[in-house]
């Protein structure tokens, strides 16, 4: 079984560690507020220093909130201390720019970087059914493969460039959030014509959209449940903010940004930051 290190345990982070702790591997943690580290020690995790301990402990996993988080944890002298040998993994949902960068930092210091940002919820990764969207040196993904096997269903690469997987990932959440505005307005239109929104929901699922997103979100809708949030609204924001960079970055301009925007600005207007972004319907629903 591997040695490895995690840095970042919100939800998925400590979702990863249980899954990883539970296939037998040795998992060293650690966390810029310490009042998570206790719990996955409590379940057999080494607790670490600080990140210089991460890197020689193992290759080092990291699932931070943003651009700044990672780097910040990840600066240049923590990188150049960390020896030749060294790997990070970058799982973080990040800007393109922020991705292009810290692959250069990395490049300078000699340490081993791949980006490998996920698709999936924390319950997800806890059952080892995540899709890891990876993207850097082949070989460094080959050797990293029995990690990879514990916490997801399958390692999609996605190119040689690391930052390519934080295109994909962006590109991946922009589809989920055309679907979230797509079932808000149909479920609207719908109801505001008698129809109830659980028949909606079954007829839809059951024969143009099945599959998770439509069922999952749709349940979510139809239910006005939102709470609590599987991926909250104001991080569909934010990820609403990288696609518009990355789609600026290279002169694309997406029509229909500026109504996601509002519509995402004005959930988190009305108090629904912190619910599910599905919670994108009572704009609608309350206009």
């Given at each position: ?31 810029r507020s310490p ?98 969207l990876a993207a ?37 959440n922009l589809l ?112």
């Open positions: 079984m591997a040695q490895v290190s995690v840095a970042g345990l919100g939800n998925m982070g400590k979702g990863m560690v249980r899954r990883l702790l539970a296939k037998g591997h040795g998992v060293t943690v650690w966390n009042a998570a580290v206790g719990e996955l020690v409590a379940l057999g995790a080494e607790r670490a220093g600080s990140v210089a301990d991460l890197f020689a402990a193992g290759p080092v996993l990291s699932m931070l909130a943003d651009d700044t988080a990672v780097t910040a944890v990840f600066e240049e002298s923590v990188l150049t201390e960390a020896g030749p040998n060294a790997v990070h993994v970058s799982m973080s949902t990040i800007s393109v720019a922020a991705g292009r960068a810290m692959a250069e930092r990395h490049k300078a210091a000699g340490v081993g970087y791949l980006a490998v940002p996920v698709l999936g919820r924390p319950a997800v990764a806890e059952a080892g059914q995540l899709n890891l850097g040196d082949s070989a460094l993904v080959d050797l990293l493969e029995p990690v990879f096997s514990a916490v997801g269903r399958r390692t999609w690469r996605v190119g040689e460039q690391p930052w390519q997987a934080n295109v994909v990932k962006i590109t991946m989920i959030i055309h679907a979230l505005e797509a079932m808000a307005e149909g479920f609207t239109l719908a109801e505001r014509h008698g129809v109830d929104a659980h028949d909606l929901h079954e007829l839809i699922t059951g024969t143009l959209l099945p599959g998770p997103v439509y069922q999952g979100y749709g349940k979510e809708m139809s239910d006005r449940a939102y709470l609590p949030a599987g991926f909250r609204t104001a991080l569909g924001n934010k990820d609403l903010g990288l696609a518009e960079a990355a789609a600026d970055s290279v002169g694309l301009e997406l029509p229909a940004m500026p109504a996601l925007r509002q519509m995402f600005q004005t959930a988190i207007n009305l108090g629904m930051a912190d619910h599910d972004w599905a919670s994108i319907a009572e704009v609608l629903r309350k206009g």
